[in-house]
């Protein structure tokens, strides 16, 4: 099983529409959790982070669920910017560095 | 500017010839770290450096090796580059450590041949 996973999409959402991802992750011990957002062939840049009582930046919410292992992320009123790759990344336990990333999961938003 | 830079931005090679992509940074982050893009596969992480001289292998270290002697500069090194190493590399800072928001360079298209 992979440790972060995320269905890939392709997700195509008429503009105006709510959309939802979850992401899965393997380890129970994992402690941080983020969205982030890639455009084509650019980096990856922070949306937002998870926090365990879930939280909101505009049209964007995101909810962890630490029972089913799994965080979210809402999309609410969607733009045509809003077209990318949405990335899934957990931190491992305190005292470990390391960052993994889910495969992501590609929408694009339809005029 | 606040920003992450790597050099080259692409790199066409052949199996064998030895490499260096570099990674810099001047927002004095202490965190550090590589990553190669697959499709399918996402972002792995190859290594990561809490501080100056101080490195930790990542999910995919194998054929690669690093260094970070200043905080600033953390270059990635290819010592006989394989066509599996082909692939798109990022790398990234943060100011403490892999909590806090990881700020990518532009990425290094690399092909090897």
């Known amino acids: 099983r992979k440790e972060v996973e995320q269905d890939p999409g392709p997700f195509n959402v008429p503009e105006g529409a709510t959309v939802a991802f979850n992401c899965t992750y393997s380890n129970s011990a994992s402690q941080s959790f983020f969205w982030y957002r890639q455009d084509c062939r650019k980096e990856p840049k922070l949306l937002m982070s998870?926090?365990?009582s879930g939280n909101e930046d505009g049209r964007f919410t995101a909810q962890l669920n630490r029972a089913s292992q799994y965080i979210s992320l809402l999309i609410r009123d969607s733009k045509l910017s809003d077209s990318a790759t949405y990335l899934c990344v957990v931190s491992a336990n305190f005292g470990n560095e390391k960052l993994t990333f889910g495969t992501g999961t590609r929408l694009t938003i339809i005029p | 500017e606040a920003q992450v830079t790597q050099n080259p931005r692409y790199l066409i090679t052949v199996t064998g010839k030895k490499l260096t992509v570099t990674c810099s940074q001047n927002m004095n982050h202490e965190y550090m770290s590589w990553y190669r893009q697959d499709p399918g596969l996402g972002l792995r992480q190859i290594y990561y450096?809490?501080?100056?001289?101080?490195?930790d292998k990542g999910d995919v270290p194998e054929g690669y090796k690093v260094s970070r002697k200043e905080k600033r500069n953390f270059p990635l090194i290819l010592e006989s580059p394989s066509p599996n190493q082909t692939s798109l590399y990022f790398c990234?800072?943060?100011?403490?450590?892999?909590?806090?928001?990881?700020?990518f360079g532009p990425g290094t298209r690399l092909t090897v041949l």
């Open positions: 990234a800072s943060s100011l403490l450590g892999a909590t806090d928001t990881q700020y």
């Open positions: 450096s809490m501080n100056v001289e101080v490195t």
């Open positions: 998870v926090y365990s």
